[in-house]
């Protein structure tokens, strides 16, 4: 068998679409421009190319992009300071602070800084109950890239199994989640666990969410199961000339890509679908604050 390539970046792209058309909407028919606002602590080179990207997608669907660059040695304090001003700011309806940050900072603090209801990385204690019970507002950007990508891929999710790798509080445990409410029979993996692949066998969905490349071998993948890769790992590639390197996921691609049903490519799949989920969830949250129902088409 020969997977099926899901491509995240044009399903990103058509998200998108329908994002600049609701924030259209709610300017031309409630005055509301949603505004998200992006707070970077220091000069991470990776962050600061994630944060360029995200101010560049917000500006491209007509949102208001408010970028915050603070020094590498900014207290603690003056970051909560920040964080309090754009709460109580009416043209914000977003708050994304970069993590990581430097170490003089406490990010949970930060996080529990944040007003929920402009918490669009879906980071804040209040918000994770949220998602847990079904109720709306922000949904955990990356688990819900990972959501829209396997319902357009498969439709109902009801009665699979799915295996995740990784139970971070960022994507492994907010996708176990997202999955249960589908009606998934779940099993979460961690470094834990013992026989992964036996367990991995077993699944119509692996949600792979480790950090270690290519770790996820082909001969673990159950003939035709959807495979998404969450992965993002830097690897060096010699072939490329000296000194060169190259993205890979969790996942051993080419493997995999030859006994799975469908499959997510590293770079290409997920990632996209990241920003993108941002940008839906900042659309939400400016239509809650301002009493409105959130639109039901950004969302899996
Ligand atoms: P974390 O490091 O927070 O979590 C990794 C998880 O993998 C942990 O739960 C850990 O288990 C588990 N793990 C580690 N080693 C093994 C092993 N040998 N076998 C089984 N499980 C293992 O990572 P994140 O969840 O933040 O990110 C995971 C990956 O996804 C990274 O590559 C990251 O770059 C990428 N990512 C991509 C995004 C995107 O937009 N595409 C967004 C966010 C992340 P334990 O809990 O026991 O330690």
């Given at each position: 068998?020969?997977?099926?390539?899901?491509?995240?970046?044009?399903?990103?792209?058509?998200?998108?679409?329908?994002?600049?058309?609701?924030?259209?909407?709610?300017?031309?028919?409630?005055?509301?421009?949603?505004?998200?606002?992006v707070v970077i602590v220091g000069h991470d080179p990776a962050s600061q190319v994630y944060v360029t990207n995200k101010a560049r997608?917000?500006?491209?669907?007509?949102?208001?992009?408010?970028k915050?660059e603070?020094?590498e040695?900014?207290?603690?304090?003056?970051?909560?300071?920040?964080?309090?001003?754009?709460?109580?700011?009416?043209?914000?309806?977003?708050?994304l602070v970069q993590m990581p940050v430097p170490?003089?900072?406490?990010s949970?603090?930060?996080?529990?800084?944040?007003?929920?209801?402009?918490?669009?990385d879906?980071?804040?204690?209040?918000?994770?109950?949220?998602?847990?019970?079904?109720?709306?507002?922000?949904?955990?950007c990356t688990?819900?890239?990972?959501?829209?990508?396997?319902?357009?891929?498969?439709?109902?999710?009801?009665?699979?199994?799915?295996?995740?790798?990784?139970?971070?509080?960022l994507?492994?445990?907010?996708?176990?989640?997202?999955?249960?409410?589908?009606?998934?029979?779940?099993?979460?993996?961690?470094?834990?666990?013992?026989?992964?692949?036996?367990?991995?066998?077993?699944?119509?969905?692996?949600?792979?969410?480790?950090g270690?490349p290519?770790?996820?071998?082909?001969?673990?993948?159950?003939?035709?199961?959807?495979?998404?890769?969450v992965g993002i790992n830097r690897i060096?590639?010699?072939?490329?000339?000296?000194?060169?390197t190259r993205l890979v996921g969790?996942?051993?691609?080419?493997?995999?890509?030859?006994?799975?049903?469908?499959?997510?490519?590293v770079p290409?799949?997920v990632g996209p679908?990241t920003i993108?989920?941002l940008?839906?969830?900042?659309?939400?949250?400016?239509?809650?604050?301002?009493?409105?129902?959130?639109?039901?088409?950004?969302?899996?």
């Open positions: 068998m020969t997977a099926t390539i899901i491509d995240g970046k044009s399903f990103a792209e058509g998200l998108r679409g329908r994002i600049a058309g609701h924030v259209q909407r709610l300017k031309a028919e409630h005055g509301i421009t949603p505004g998200l606002a997608q917000t500006a491209e669907v007509g949102m208001a992009s408010f915050h603070l020094p040695d900014t207290s603690e304090a003056d970051l909560l300071a920040l964080v309090h001003r754009l709460n109580n700011d009416d043209q914000v309806h977003g708050i170490k003089q900072i406490d949970i603090k930060v996080i529990e800084a944040i007003a929920p209801s402009k918490d669009v879906c980071f804040t204690p209040a918000n994770v109950g949220k998602v847990q019970i079904g109720l709306p507002g922000p949904v955990s688990p819900l890239g990972c959501l829209m990508l396997l319902r357009d891929q498969i439709g109902s999710l009801a009665g699979l199994n799915a295996v995740i790798i990784g139970r971070s509080n994507v492994g445990k907010p996708m176990m989640q997202l999955l249960l409410r589908e009606n998934c029979t779940v099993t979460v993996a961690h470094s834990r666990t013992k026989n992964l692949a036996d367990v991995v066998r077993g699944a119509d969905i692996v949600v792979a969410a480790v270690r290519e770790m996820i071998r082909g001969d673990w993948i159950k003939p035709g199961a959807t495979v998404i890769d060096p590639a010699p072939e490329r000339g000296e000194g060169k969790d996942v051993a691609y080419a493997e995999a890509a030859a006994i799975a049903g469908a499959i997510t490519p290409g799949g679908m993108a989920c940008l839906a969830n900042t659309v939400t949250t400016a239509s809650l604050i301002n009493g409105l129902a959130p639109p039901t088409d950004l969302t899996a």
